[in-house]
């Protein structure tokens, strides 16, 4: 979070992460030729290299693509996704790589554009044995590049997170083409069955979390169904909502957040301003809503970041009754204060 | 608005998951079966195998590649042949891949019409081939093939009648 632009935010953990992903992925690659030579004392260090990036690009997309669920499911995987995107670059810059270097060494010898060679080489759809499995590592390839290009907070904010989130749903396009890229190419000559296991656990891991975490997430979209007074919807009752933590409830069509701290209750909406980060599983550090994806803060009774920030979030008319929390369903303009329920009404 | 994006989250990942998973096991079903070749170097190597009979052993010239060849049977299983290939001179084609051809006529230029592949040829190392059944008995071709300029090298005729003695 700053308040005025700067390229990268560098801090502490991001440079302690972005180390331990550049050492984590140059050990795979050496490793991955060292094995591969071992293995095979006939292979390249071409081939050798232009597999090891490209698996390892694969390995990283899985590796992003359990993040996601795996902190819905358990918040202690949240360290791992406060970075994510310097691994979605990263992962980016190595099947790159491994695009270039494959272009270069199995069509750049001929009188044909090596480009047009890599897209036209085996257009015979039927039989599989021949399917173009080039374009659809190349059909990858561009959404990646697309995801790379606007992973910066800029586009994000002049995209708006719900355009920029929509965009970057596009990956798990470019995975299934990745997976199949591998099937359909270099699957088909190597047959031990080690490998072609190891891509199907990867499958199975990403699909599984996401469609275990998709159906836990179903079930918090469910409305509150609780009384009405006033045109107020009760939510919970105050007993449920933990000491500087939230209780979050699906409200006139969008999640909310209500806090409770210092004896007070104050609501918000759960939609952070910065990636739409759940803010309902942040906590208050000192006196601020703190969003738990990337740390943005907001002030619970303002729904305003504190100066000289100027992130807003909704925020919601709030009352307790005893002992139970009831919440105008129609939201406040962002950064509009409400005073907050006390807990002892 | 995000409750949106999490139901086209949700279309996205269960239309991916009836796709991507099928797709790759079908990818995996329908992989080609191993090349024959692969398998007749370890009959050759193994220790346990019978021994190898030499039928006939001569020298070809295949467009401008000098080969050594000899033709070997199986002493247990005769009908069961082999052809060895050794390069005398670098056969300098890309890719070069050898076929036999029932067809004992010589080809027109391009592959023969039923050509059976035996494997690559690549460099001066000598190389195994397995020749078909319908190679037993009866006169054919040799044929090599490169696949880098996809063009016929040349070819030789190879008759194993009068070798068997007998007709398939």
Redesign the interface.
Known sequence: MSAFYRAVGWSRQKLIYDGLVVAGVALYVVLFVGTSFGLQPDITIETALIRGLGSGALVLLTLILCIGPLCRLDPRFLPLLYNRRHLGVTMFTLGLAHAVFSVIQFHAAGDLNPLVSALTGTWSVP???RFPFELLGFGALLILFLMAATSHDYWLATLTP?IW??LH?LV??A??LI??HV??GA??EE?QPGL?LL??LG??AV?GL??VS?LR??AG?REVGGSRSDGFIEVCGVEEIPELRAKMA?VG???IAVFRYDGKVSCVS??CAHQ?GPLGEGRIVDGCITCPWHGYQYLPDRGSSPPPFTEKVPTFNVRVRAGRVYIDPHPNPPGTRVEPASIHD | MIRRLRRRHRTIIVGLCLLVPPAYALSLATRHPEALTTRLPLALSDPAAPPWQVLAVRQVLVGKIVLSTRLLADSASPRHLVLELAPVTDPREPDPLVYWSPDPAPSQGGLPAGAFLLGSLAGTRIRSFALPADAVGREGRVVLYSLGHQRLIGEFALATTSLLGTGP
């Open positions: 039989p599989l044995d719900p989130k929509a749903q798990y396009f995975y299934g997976v199949l099937a359909l699957l088909r047959r072609a891509a199907g499958l199975v699909f996401q469609l998709g997430e179903r979209d699906c069509g969008e999640r759960n939609v739409n």
